[in-house]
């Protein structure tokens, strides 16, 4: 039968995402059959599913990591922030709409059937699910309704993992209380805790380790120090976008407050021969970069306000007029263009924006959305390309006949006439070596990366790193079978 257990944190971002990773890919290599579940994310940096929907990324990871093809039975409930009161709901990989706080907190309830459902359906196929909480069991004020954390825990019959980041300091305090404040049957579903992110010798918090235990009543599991090579795996918060200092060929990247799917710079980031320049508001974009590139954004007439807002379009207008390389990928690339036209006020009041004007092509938002799994070859140098498109909109123009993309008998993306500044709505194209190759070349850099082996390479580096720090034997015989009610056993 199906066992499960879940992963909790004292905080956001203790690192349950990577915890999660780390622990599937250890089941994988100890013979296990397993899954990671996630009831409700909040995140824009989505994946493409096999069946057809979208992840959150994190997702996607902890199931290549698994040994399985992503499926939206993972993260049945993922929102994507639109602003700061309000976000898009993607329910079993598809959006059913947009709601603010108040309207979602409403809508909660009758989401959790929908996460039962999957959780359930991702049951029938696995031995062990490692289910990843969301925020923080500790926000006792969102408890109503809950479907993320011990609301989830409580319906399905999980027992939890509870995880504190002691790099963020007050670690006992994070970890006591919670239980402190949980309600009793919630603490009760708790049944072990770990710490994580540990800088140092471990030794020193030993008194630490046993004043949590003697105050909460639950044993430790472990004390995880920092995971040096975390960067080398495609992040999914904002948070975790980094700089990466390496060669002289220097990408710059301007940090738009709604980026989305920026996973498309972590290959980038590990090549020896490029400096990866994330450019926050505030600062100017760099003179000197070889290539300037605009990733996606969940809002793109937001985020180009945002990015006039920070005299980006001036330092852009003078990067192109010393003939330096630009690249816009999605929303970035409808932002490059001349116009950006919203007749049905999907980002906001209907209307219309100018865009940049380097790309001579014009996008309409539209609220269909083009979301799959693309395969691509690039025109210059004829090297294949897979990823993923994840977008609103159309976007047409003269130099869309100039697109640099080929997807079976149609050109994908387009660029100016001197091809210094390219456009496309396809993710993931520098996770493909021989491409990325190429177009490093062009910009007088080598690549010497294999960026998915890579990948493989560092989660296994983060299970053996788990396996070292953490009990997992027992970790894994404290996981259940879940409480799942026989109606949805009977879907599938």
């Known amino acids: 039968m199906t066992r499960a257990i879940m992963i909790q944190g004292a905080g956001s971002n203790v690192g349950k995402s990577l915890l999660v990773a780390g622990l599937a890919r250890a089941c994988l290599r100890r013979g296990i059959s397993v899954a990671p579940f996630k009831p409700q994310n909040m995140s824009n940096n989505a994946a493409v599913t096999g069946d057809g929907g979208e992840i959150g990324r994190a997702q996607a990871l902890q199931a290549r990591?698994?040994?399985r093809t992503p499926l939206t039975h993972m993260n049945p409930v993922l929102l994507k922030p639109e602003g700061?009161?309000?976000?898009?709901?993607?329910?079993?990989?598809?959006p059913v709409g947009s709601l603010g706080a108040w309207g979602y907190t409403r809508?909660?309830?009758?989401?959790?059937g929908a996460v039962l459902d999957n959780f359930a359906r991702l049951g029938h196929s696995t031995d062990l699910i490692i289910v990843e909480g969301a925020g923080s069991p500790a926000e006792i004020n969102l408890r109503a309704g809950d479907i993320a954390n011990m609301g989830f825990a409580r319906a399905a019959g999980v027992?939890?993992?509870?995880?504190?980041?002691?790099?963020?300091?007050?670690?006992?305090?994070?970890?006591?209380?919670?239980q402190a404040?949980?309600?009793?049957?919630?603490a009760g579903m708790i049944r072990g805790f770990a710490v994580n992110k540990f800088r140092g010798d471990i030794s020193l918090f030993a008194d630490g380790e046993r004043a949590i235990a003697a105050r909460t009543g639950w044993p430790s599991l472990g004390v995880v120090p920092w995971f040096e090579h975390a960067w080398r795996l495609p992040p999914e918060d904002v948070q975790d976008l980094t700089s990466s200092r390496g060669g002289a060929c220097r990408i710059a990247v301007p940090q738009l407050g709604r980026i989305a799917n920026f996973d498309d710079l972590t290959p980038l980031a590990g090549e020896p021969g490029v400096t990866l320049d994330i450019i926050p508001p505030g600062r100017p974009l760099p003179a000197d970069a070889d290539l300037i590139l605009v990733a996606g954004s969940k809002s793109t007439i937001a985020d180009l306000e945002d990015f006039r807002a920070n005299g980006w379009d001036i330092d852009l207008a003078a990067h192109v007029r010393r003939r330096g390389r630009v690249l816009g990928v999605c929303g970035g690339y409808q932002m490059l263009g001349r116009r950006v036209a919203d007749p049905d006020g999907i980002e906001g009041p209907p209307g219309a924006v100018e865009g940049l004007g380097h790309l001579d092509v014009e996008t309409v938002l539209q609220p269909h959305k083009r979301l799959g799994l693309t395969e691509a070859r690039h025109e210059p140098s004829g090297t294949p390309v897979r990823g993923y498109e994840i977008h609103l909109g159309e976007t047409v123009g003269p130099d869309c006949e100039r697109g640099w993309l080929c997807v079976g008998d149609r050109r994908e993306g387009a660029q100016s006439p001197d091809g210094r500044v390219q456009g496309t709505y396809l993710h993931g194209l520098f996770a493909e070596d021989a491409f990325r190759a190429a177009y490093l070349a062009d910009l007088g850099a080598v690549?010497?990366?294999?960026?998915?082996?890579?990948?493989?390479?560092?989660l296994d580096a983060l299970a053996r790193h788990l396996e070292t720090h953490l009990d997992v034997d027992r970790l894994?015989?404290?996981?259940?079978?879940?409480?799942?009610?026989?109606?949805?056993?009977s879907k599938s």
Do not use: W
């Open 447 to 458: 690549s010497d990366l294999l960026y998915e082996d890579a990948v493989d390479t560092t």
């Open 159 to 178: 027992p939890v993992i509870l995880v504190g980041d002691i790099d963020r300091g007050g670690v006992i305090a994070q970890i006591v209380g919670t």
């Open 181 to 186: 404040v949980l309600d009793p049957d919630d």
């Open 107 to 112: 809508e909660k309830p009758r989401l959790m």
């Open 476 to 489: 894994l015989s404290l996981a259940a079978e879940p409480v799942i009610a026989p109606e949805d056993q």
């Open 65 to 67: 990591a698994a040994g």
């Open 84 to 94: 700061a009161h309000g976000a898009q709901v993607i329910v079993q990989g598809h």
